[in-house]
């Protein structure tokens, strides 16, 4: 089993409506938990960090999970601009700095 | 953005010959990482280093060197270059402020695609 596992999508949102999709990962010691963002054929951007309580940025919500060891990524009204790969990234938990990041959920916003 | 630059951002070359990639950082930032992405593979950590001359692997670090000389540079050689190598190598940099709960929180320079005939 992989350290952290996305569903790979993709995930066909119609312009404006709600996608939400999960990561899971196995290490209950992890305690950093990043969403990126990635365009075809350029660097992973950060998208936002997830604290326990949950956090929003805009149009954007991430939760985390620790009793099911998942945190979720919430996108709302959405534009096709947020068209993209979405990449999950948690710490290692015995190694500081050291992430293991999923192989990312492709989201396509259609008009 | 963060200031990191990759170069060469593109490069073809031959088997069994050695390739440099080059990680160049203006942040002061203490980590530096060198990951490869494919598909179906996700960023896979190949060397990191957490000061200068302080490397350690990652998980894919066969066939891979690293040295930093200078906070700013972080150098990845591919010591005789394979067809399995062919990839899009990221570097990234992390602060690295133990004390700071968001200081691990990795940034990413724009990639150098490397082709392996």
């Known amino acids: 089993r992989k350290e952290v596992e996305q569903d790979p999508g993709p995930f066909n949102v119609p312009e404006g409506a709600t996608v939400a999709f999960n990561c899971t990962y196995s290490?209950?010691?992890?305690?950093?938990f990043f969403w990126y963002r990635q365009d075809c054929r350029k660097e992973p951007k950060l998208l936002m960090s997830v604290y326990s309580s949950g956090n929003e940025d805009g149009r954007f919500t991430a939760q985390l999970n620790r009793a099911s060891q998942y945190i979720s990524l919430l996108i709302r009204d959405s534009k096709l601009s947020d068209s993209a790969t979405y990449l999950c990234a948690v710490n290692r938990g015995d190694s500081w700095g050291k992430f293991q990041f999923g192989a990312g959920t492709q989201v396509v916003v259609t008009p | 953005d963060a200031g990191i630059t990759q170069s060469p951002r593109h490069k073809v070359t031959e088997t069994g010959t050695p390739v440099t990639l080059r990680c160049h950082q203006t942040?002061?930032?203490?980590?530096m990482y060198w990951y490869r992405q494919d598909p179906g593979h996700g960023l896979r950590l190949i060397h990191y280093s957490y000061g200068v001359k302080d490397t350690d692997k990652g998980e894919v670090s066969d066939g891979y060197s690293v040295s930093r000389s200078k906070t700013e540079d972080f150098l990845l050689t591919l010591e005789s270059a394979t067809s399995s190598q062919t990839s899009v190598y990221f570097c990234?940099?992390?602060?690295?402020?133990?004390?700071?709960?968001?200081?691990?929180?990795?940034?990413f320079g724009p990639g150098t695609r490397l082709t392996v005939l």
């Open positions: 990234a940099i992390s602060e690295g402020v133990v004390t700071s709960v968001s200081t691990d929180t990795q940034y």
């Open positions: 290490n209950s010691a992890s305690q950093s």
């Open positions: 942040e002061n930032h203490r980590y």
